[in-house]
């Protein structure tokens, strides 16, 4: 159900014209939203979150190139799977949450890709900004009816590599490539 949920929004982007729409600007609901990231420890792999600090989304469903996502995470509330991680992940080797606390994402670009979108942007970590791909998928939520585009689900993947922002921390132990899972439940201001 949910991927002809997603076929359906996403026909919708595609189609000129269809189930006319302006862009609309979503709010966040913090509370239902999260940044997840994971990456191998030897043979464990570390999870963990980033709260989200602020989000500004716009959706344009009848014109993908018209959507944007601005987002900042807070650095200094980032938690992981393993106790000692949580520290060595925000101290100065890795994110330097006290010089840095903030993490921000800024999209450059949308396009239509297949069952979803592709959302190019840049994302500053540490204060060093590089240019980073994420998937898009949008679902409606549980209980929202066909065509209801008030309450969203948006979830981002994508992966980059810690060092290309200066997080080298711990290299030996720990895995450059980091995954990113962002599941952002929104709803039309």
Same mark, same amino acid.
């Given at each position: 159900?949910?991927?002809? !949920?997603?076929?359906?929004?996403?026909?919708?982007?595609?189609?000129?014209?269809?189930? *006319?729409? *302006?862009?609309?600007?979503?709010?966040?609901?913090?509370?239902?939203?999260?940044?997840?990231?994971?990456?191998?420890?030897?043979?464990? =792999?570390?999870?963990?979150?980033?709260?989200?600090?602020?989000?500004?989304?716009?959706?344009?469903? $009848?014109?993908?190139?018209?959507?944007?996502?601005?987002?900042?995470? $807070? =650095?200094?509330?980032?938690?992981?799977?393993?106790?000692?991680?949580?520290? *060595?992940?925000?101290?100065?080797?890795?994110?330097?949450?006290?010089?840095?606390?903030?993490?921000?994402?800024?999209? %450059?670009?949308?396009?239509?890709?297949?069952?979803? *979108? %592709? =959302?190019?942007? #840049?994302?500053?970590? &540490?204060?060093?900004?590089?240019?980073?791909?994420?998937?898009?998928? !949008?679902?409606?939520?549980?209980?929202?009816?066909?065509? $209801?585009?008030?309450?969203?689900?948006? &979830?981002?993947?994508?992966?980059? #590599?810690?060092?290309?922002?200066?997080?080298?921390?711990?290299?030996?132990?720990?895995? $450059?490539? =980091?995954? !990113?899972?962002?599941?952002?439940? !929104?709803?039309?201001?």
């Amino acid at each position: 159900m949910a991927r002809t !949920i997603l076929t359906t929004l996403f026909a919708a982007l595609l189609i000129p014209g269809s189930l *006319a729409a *302006a862009p609309v600007k979503y709010l966040l609901d913090h509370a239902a939203s999260t940044v997840a990231f994971e990456t191998e420890f030897g043979p464990d =792999v570390i999870t963990g979150t980033i709260p989200l600090d602020t989000a500004d989304l716009t959706l344009d469903f $009848d014109s993908v190139a018209n959507c944007t996502v601005a987002v900042q995470l $807070d =650095v200094t509330g980032a938690e992981a799977s393993f106790p000692f991680a949580a520290q *060595a992940l925000k101290g100065p080797k890795v994110l330097d949450a006290a010089a840095h606390p903030k993490m921000i994402f800024k999209s %450059t670009s949308v396009t239509a890709s297949g069952e979803g *979108a %592709t =959302v190019a942007g #840049n994302l500053t970590i &540490r204060g060093v900004t590089r240019p980073v791909t994420l998937g898009a998928e !949008i679902f409606r939520q549980k209980g929202s009816v066909a065509g $209801d585009r008030t309450r969203l689900t948006v &979830r981002l993947t994508g992966k980059v #590599n810690r060092s290309d922002f200066g997080a080298t921390g711990w290299s030996d132990m720990v895995d $450059d490539e =980091v995954r !990113i899972i962002i599941t952002a439940r !929104i709803e039309a201001k």
